[in-house]
């Protein structure tokens, strides 16, 4: 059985790590949770264990809902009384998107309507809505067209641990908080003898969550005491005990050995005596060192003579989720004076620290191996984490051998700027959209000319690799020169990105005989998987002079997901399938993928089981595509057509897209069916679209403008795209 566990956005993989240590077969990272493949027995473990979870949902029904008729039909085919008991109190949460039905609330109102309707024709009596404690909380969730109801066997949001009465301005979520400790691996820094500190502690909600942690208090134990979260007649009650009973036997070993090695200072004595209270309430009266101070005033780590060896205060972990809302009014200030405090008095400790961005997170001063995007409620935020807080500089030395602090030169710097600004710029776009992959810069300053595209893999533990393509230097411009200004842009890469050199993927120019040429590619055959939209996609960025996603085309796979539905589909001159597989996974009835190389079908076809589509829908034609078009006899409701500049295979006719794309083009159309639509791109910069001859079999319509992702809008001209139609 699949069940699906909501989260966060930003904590899904580390959700999906911890329902397979949960014991669930199989868990699959979603967009804001996690699909499960598990038992009843799986979902109500993780109701009392998860840390991270928001809530757990057993689906009870999936249905198509063009409308509110076909919402209120879906659910008064569900046999109610089989799943509420006459007498008990319902509520409905919903979550709505799409065109079918556009307000949560009126979704919620008509599922309601449809319970009650079913319970009072079949049982005689209608049961009462309680908002806030029902017996049974249902969930709507209705998605491009789709309904799932399902039981909330949560009962109510799962980050709500019991012990919090009291809060400061801003408070953290417990399961967020979760996740800041999870990243800076506290259950591994516990059990090697590590201490915990928090120096903007305010409520004490990290120190808490932290402590529980180690002492492995079941996080829902509290807030279930004895008893059942959810009324839901199915709902195992006998096996509910059991895992409360395993749970409290857990808790009292837990909490026997649990060291106190827990430290909170904050400038608010209030905040102080707000976490000291809920520490009591969470049963650590005494366990966590509070103390009012400014974290300018951190000098050193935290005395634990009086309450735990000195050689435990020597190590540990440093949590914080500094200030940095409207409310709270973030002061990069206060982050570089946070950076420094840590630098100066726990160099050697590790840290996770929520930050409000990624400006915020550069002001700490501090260097991030690793970097995560999380959400505090609606708050987009930035998760780093250092290891160590300060790392060993590799000692760098002057003419007289004299130390000197590392820095960029004027013109690394001067690249780094630019990338910084360029950042920040994308940044508010890349997070709405959730773009992972983009190009943060393309020879903004002239003397450095180079597009750097940035790929951020599909993982648990996402990796940020760098794709820096040099451009042609004029001849006027000596080699040595040439070469100082790339390394120059690798060193301020490598900065502003803080990856390591391994994870830069460099594609030179060679000058010699015929021009200046593409020297040799790597060949490590890694290839790494990315998400973009609904798909995920295989890249090899070194193999290669592309990386198998043409990261310019973005927006037209994405329009291609949204139009393919019900669709036959043609890729022509497909390369690796990318604008196939969001057809496929945009619910495309067949596609059809034609290219000459059986590299990049084979690419595809990975690509296609990356994403668990695949079999006999899904077509792969090793064929030179111009000729097997005018050899095809099938009609197609979309095609997409994104041929080379230039071929000239030995397997096949030279290709000129400039000489022979009205041909192309007259070919294709002839495949559409009445409705359908072709788009037809090319990057030829000098490309002339035949407008006159293109007239006379189809309509046409200049898209390019709606087909530019704001990461290329410095060159418009990247390429050119064209909408056709029958005539």
């Given at each position: ?74 659910v008064a085919a569900i046999d109610w009384p089989q799943h509420l008991a006459q007498g008990h109190t319902v ?637």
């Open positions: 059985m699949k069940f699906f566990a909501s989260c966060g956005k930003g904590l899904e993989y580390l959700l999906a790590d911890e329902m397979a240590a949960l014991g669930c077969a199989r868990a699959t990272a979603a967009i804001a949770g996690v699909n499960v493949e598990g038992t009843l027995a799986d979902a109500q473990r993780a109701v009392l264990w998860s840390r991270l979870a928001s809530r757990v949902l057993w689906p009870l029904a999936e249905f198509d809902c063009p409308d509110e008729h076909a919402l209120y039909a879906g509520a409905v949460d919903a979550h709505v998107s799409g065109e079918a039905i556009t307000h949560a609330r009126y979704a919620a109102q008509r599922v309601k309507d449809g319970i009650v309707d079913v319970m009072r024709a079949r049982t005689g009596t209608r049961p009462d809505v309680d908002v806030e404690s029902p017996d049974l909380r249902v969930n709507l969730v209705l998605r491009k067209g789709r309904a799932i109801v399902s039981i909330d066997l949560s009962g109510g949001p799962m980050h709500r641990r019991g012990w919090r009465t009291k809060q400061g301005e801003a408070p953290l979520k417990e399961n967020l908080a979760a996740a800041v400790l999870m990243r800076g691996q506290w259950t591994k820094v516990y059990a090697e003898g590590g201490a915990l500190l928090d120096p903007m502690c305010g409520s004490g909600t990290l120190l808490i969550e932290g402590a529980l942690m180690a002492a492995d208090v079941a996080p829902g134990l509290q807030r279930h005491g004895n008893q059942v979260p959810s009324g839901w007649q199915a709902f195992d009650a006998a096996a509910w005990s059991a895992l409360l009973d395993d749970a409290r036997k857990r808790e009292a070993a837990g909490m026997n050995a649990l060291r106190p090695v827990f430290f909170g200072r904050d400038t608010d004595p209030h905040a102080i005596r707000a976490a000291e209270d809920n520490a009591v309430l969470a049963g650590l009266a005494g366990l966590i060192g509070f103390k009012v101070g400014d974290i300018r005033s951190l000098d050193t780590a935290p005395d634990a003579s009086s309450e735990a060896s000195n050689e435990d205060a020597a190590k540990g972990l440093i949590v914080c989720n500094p200030p940095y809302d409207a409310r709270l009014a973030a002061d990069p200030a206060l982050y570089r004076a946070l950076g420094d405090a840590l630098k100066r008095a726990v160099p050697q400790w590790r840290a996770s620290l929520l930050c409000g961005d990624a400006e915020l997170a550069f002001a700490t001063g501090l260097r991030a191996q690793k970097k995560y995007q999380v959400f505090n409620g609606a708050i987009e935020c930035t998760l780093i984490v250092c290891d160590p807080v300060a790392p060993a500089q590799r000692r760098r030395t002057d003419e007289t051998g004299a130390e000197v602090a590392p820095t960029l030169s004027e013109g690394a710097q001067m690249v780094a700027n630019r990338l910084r600004k360029n950042l920040h710029k994308l940044k508010r776009w890349r997070e709405r959209e959730g773009v992972t992959c983009y190009r943060a810069y393309d020879a903004d300053i002239p003397e450095y000319a180079a597009a750097i595209d940035v790929y951020t893999t599909h993982e648990t533990t996402p990796r940020t690799f760098l794709h820096v393509q040099e451009y042609a230097a004029p001849q006027e411009i000596p080699e040595n020169i040439q070469r100082r200004r790339l390394n120059e842009l690798l060193a301020a890469a490598r900065e502003v990105f803080n990856v390591p050199r391994e994870n830069v993927a460099l594609k030179t120019r060679a000058r010699g005989k015929g021009g200046s040429k593409y020297g040799a590619m790597d060949s490590r055959g890694e290839f790494v998987t990315v998400r973009e939209g609904d798909v995920l996609l295989r890249v090899n960025l070194f193999d290669y002079l592309d990386t198998g996603l043409f990261l310019d085309h973005r927006p037209m796979r994405l329009r291609i997901a949204e139009e393919a539905h019900d669709t036959r589909f043609l890729n022509l001159f497909g390369y690796t399938g990318a604008a196939t597989v969001h057809a496929a996974v945009g619910g495309a009835r067949l596609t059809t993928t034609v290219d000459l190389s059986a590299t990049y079908l084979e690419w595809c076809a990975d690509n296609l089981r990356e994403n668990d589509v695949g079999g006999t829908r899904h077509r792969l034609v090793q064929a030179d595509a111009l000729t097997w078009l005018e050899a095809d006899t099938h009609q197609y409701d979309l095609i997409f057509c994104d041929p080379p500049t230039f071929s000239n295979s030995k397997r096949a006719q030279d290709f000129d897209v400039q000489a022979q794309h009205v041909r192309l083009l007259r070919a294709a159309v002839a495949r559409l069916d009445e409705n359908g639509v072709l788009y037809f791109s090319n990057n030829f910069r000098r490309f002339r679209l035949d407008e006159a001859s293109v007239a006379d079999f189809a309509k046409l319509e200049d898209i390019s403008a709606r087909t530019i992702p704001p990461d290329f809008e410095r060159d418009a001209r990247i390429h050119r795209c064209w909408r056709l139609q029958r005539r």
